[in-house]
């Protein structure tokens, strides 16, 4: 018996909804270091530094990221998706602030961890789990922390991809 894998290919997909399959790289910005910059040199050979706004997805294999997805926010900012589910989190990519999307919604900054109050990031994501009594009464009782955090939307995700 045979077993066959289709060949993963990275690729980008533009926000007008075109894919474009290549390699993709991270491009460090020669005036600027911290702006984070991707490119892609596609099958023709042809390289095209990306630009956020006109990014919808990139899926990178063996980048400086790894294996990951990694979107765009407010058409400004790389992100790299850090947990799936019915909630997505998503990092900044080079940074420690964090997104959410519910059910495909658009991402939106939803920081929790870090430096920020326990708290505040507690009350940012409760509303997250509002549809589940179960997990928000779990969620209650504990603080806010980051590692909470990802727990408890773990958890929340394992109810629903079953």
């Given amino acids: 018996m045979t077993i066959s894998t289709a060949q993963e290919k990275e690729y980008v997909v533009t926000k007008k909804g075109d894919t474009i399959y290549g390699k993709v790289t991270r491009a460090t910005g020669f005036l600027n270091a911290s702006k984070v910059?991707?490119?892609i040199k596609d099958?023709?050979?042809d390289k095209k530094v990306l630009n956020p706004k006109d990014v919808e997805t990139i899926k990178s294999l063996k980048g400086v990221d790894g294996k990951s997805i990694i979107k765009t926010v407010y058409d400004d900012w790389y992100v790299k998706l850090i947990i799936d589910g019915k909630i997505k989190v998503y990092q900044l990519v080079d940074g420690v602030i964090f997104f959410t999307s519910k059910d495909n919604s658009k991402i939106k900054s939803n920081?929790?961890?870090g430096f920020n109050n326990r708290k505040e990031s507690h009350s940012r994501i409760r509303p997250l789990f509002s549809d589940n009594p179960t997990i928000l009464k779990e969620f209650d009782s504990l603080v806010g922390t980051?590692?909470?955090?990802k727990y408890m939307i773990e958890k929340y995700n394992s109810l629903y991809n079953k």
């Fill in 146 to 149: 980051e590692k909470n955090i």
């Fill in 37 to 39: 910059k991707f490119k």
């Fill in 111 to 113: 920081d929790f961890g």
């Fill in 43 to 45: 099958l023709n050979g």
